[in-house]
């Protein structure tokens, strides 16, 4: 009877063992890609909300400040006077005389998303027509723009977004276990998603066209949405347009101090995600072979389920280390290396997440409360075309 309980989880764990290695295999394939130059070099504006003096921030974005672009803007912005992310907007400025920096202080609310409120706010300082709404927290290579204006090369392109890896604020356990997070688990996925034809619009980085902008309705058809980003992607397919990930990878901060907290922004994401496809949300649990291979020998006792536990091991460490070597950024400072020792810790909080996502619709974002359902407002017509919509395309972290 304890072999047959055990039967499922060792299957699982199976799975989940092909699927890091198809991921590991993805990455290398999205390495080894040529990288082009941009045909045209036109104005960009980057536009990037603020909240607070967050870790690393600046040095996040002063890394946004040293593009190697010929002609950029960037408005930053926030609402409160008296937030302290004001002061290292002006430290940049001191540091980056040459650079057009423009600062959005106003607090007029707009909707449920701070985020997009804050946007909003800031896009009459715009002053050019391809726009960049990249997070505050993204630590970026002196290429990133040049990169992304390269991607909108070809017929058919509506939107560039990209991929990004995690870089912890410090070396405590709850970082670390963080960044492995996005380095091995949500980096690996998204070009996975991509091989498989789906095309998703990461909130990291969100480039596109005022025109563009102007056809999906704007900022305002976003800022009632918790997933702005995935809502976004979703109108600009509608229209029958791509998305593309373009050839570099910024990297975020990972500034969580504990496991609780981690524990809260993961939720947090998870949440979001169940909210959108809860079908495929389910099937993600796969992905964490360690923790059903614990399960099954756990249930059974049997001695070759504990060597199937340590094969997962293996071949997650295997997967994640060979990211981390393709993708050069450990190397040069960019991301967090893989914490091999802690990965069963890793699969163990990321099942618990799981199963707690089911166990309410609120998020928590930067103090604020939210729900991913909003029960209280029935959709539009529209909101349900959307709905259906990323049913289909699916959502990812951000």
């Known amino acids: 009877m304890s072999l047959m309980l055990a039967a499922l989880p ?33 104005a960009v504006t980057l536009l990037k909300p603020l909240y607070g003096d967050e870790p690393l921030l600046e040095a996040a974005l002063a890394s946004v400040c040293a593009q190697d672009y010929p002609d950029f803007q960037i408005v930053f912005g926030v609402q409160d006077a008296a937030d302290p992310a004001i002061s290292v907007v002006e430290r940049l400025r001191r540091r980056f005389p040459h ?49 992304i204006v390269a991607a909108f090369d070809g017929p058919h392109v509506g939107l560039v977004t990209t991929l990004y890896a995690g870089l912890a604020a410090t070396h405590n356990l709850a970082a670390r276990l963080g960044a492995s997070t996005i380095n091995h688990g949500f980096l690996p996925g998204a070009l996975m998603s991509r091989d498989l034809g789906r095309q998703d619009c990461l909130g990291a980085t969100m480039a596109l066209r005022r025109e563009m902008l102007a056809a999906i309705g704007g900022l305002p058809a976003l800022v009632d949405h918790i997933a702005d980003d995935n809502v976004l992607g979703v109108r600009v397919r509608a229209l029958g347009l791509q998305i593309r990930i373009a ?95 802690l990965l069963p810790l890793r699969d ?51």
Not at 14 to 20: L, M, T
Request: charged share 20%.
């Open 348 to 398: 163990l909080l990321s099942m618990a997440i799981i199963f707690a996502s089911y166990a309410s619709d609120k998020v928590e974002w930067r103090g604020q409360m939210m729900h991913t359902r909003r029960p209280e407002q029935p959709p539009s017509p529209l909101d349900r075309d959307i709905d259906r919509a990323a049913a289909r395309q699916g959502t990812v972290l951000s």
């Open 247 to 341: 050839s570099t990878v910024p990297a975020t901060t990972v500034p969580e101090t504990g496991l609780n907290a981690l524990f809260r922004h993961e939720l947090r994401w998870s949440r979001t995600i169940l909210s959108l496809v809860p079908v495929e949300f389910a099937l993600s649990s796969m992905q964490f072979p360690l923790f059903w291979a614990a399960l099954a020998w756990a249930v059974s006792g049997q001695v070759w389920l504990g060597a199937l536990f340590a094969l997962c091991w293996l071949a997650r460490g295997l997967a994640a280390t060979g990211i981390d070597r393709r993708l050069g950024l450990v190397r040069r400072g960019w991301a967090t290396p893989a914490p091999v020792l």
């Open 10 to 42: 060792a299957l699982l764990a199976v799975c989940g063992i092909g699927q890091a290695f198809a991921g590991w295999r993805s990455v290398r394939r999205f390495a080894q890609a040529q990288v082009a130059e941009p045909r045209a070099w036109p």
């Open 99 to 147: 650079v057009e920096i423009d600062l959005a202080i106003d607090p007029t609310p707009h909707g449920a998303n701070r985020k997009v409120a804050n946007l909003i706010n800031m896009f009459p300082l715009a002053r050019h027509d391809l726009l960049v709404i990249a997070d505050s927290d993204l630590h970026c290579a002196p290429d990133y723009l040049t990169r």
